[in-house]
Nanobody, 125 residues
Framework: QVQLAESGGASVQAGGSLRLSCAFS????????MGWFRQAPGKEREGVAF???????TYTDSVKGRFTISKDNAKNILYLEMNNAVPEDTAIYYC???????????????????WGQGTQVGVYS
């Protein structure tokens, strides 16, 4: 069974920083992808950042250099550090997990099958 619970959403001024957390519980498997997605009003959900079991991280272009995804395996917490926030970052942010089908495959959005309830982030100018 997979359980995901986000926290840390808030309203911040443009240029500010925020850290989202996701407490997770995963069944035993050694090839998990974990990630953050977001959905802004009137827009489709998009993948923001992914991290695999080796710690390899990927980011969507709009957040590269500003956001950092990390994972504390001892505490079972996934983080998203958001720096230099812009109003376009306003969205509901979701934590997600997906099982890679084989070793050395990459984390892609289609793999993610388990989702948290979401946490709201607002960035105002």
């Amino acid at each position: 069974q997979v359980q995901l619970a986000e926290s840390g959403g808030a309203s911040v001024q443009a240029g500010g920083s925020l850290r989202l957390s996701c407490a997770f519980s995963l069944y035993r498997y050694n090839m998990w992808c974990m990630g953050w997605f977001r959905q802004a009003p009137g827009k489709e959900r998009e993948g923001v950042a992914f991290i695999d079991e080796d710690g390899t991280a990927t980011y969507t272009d709009s957040v590269k250099g500003r956001f950092t995804i990390s994972k504390d395996n001892a505490k079972n917490i996934l983080y998203l550090e958001m720096n230099n926030a812009v109003p376009e970052d306003t969205a509901i942010y979701y934590c997600a997990a997906g099982a890679k089908p084989r070793a050395r495959s990459v984390c892609v959005a289609e793999l993610f099958a388990a989702w948290g309830q979401g946490t709201q982030v607002g960035v105002y100018s």
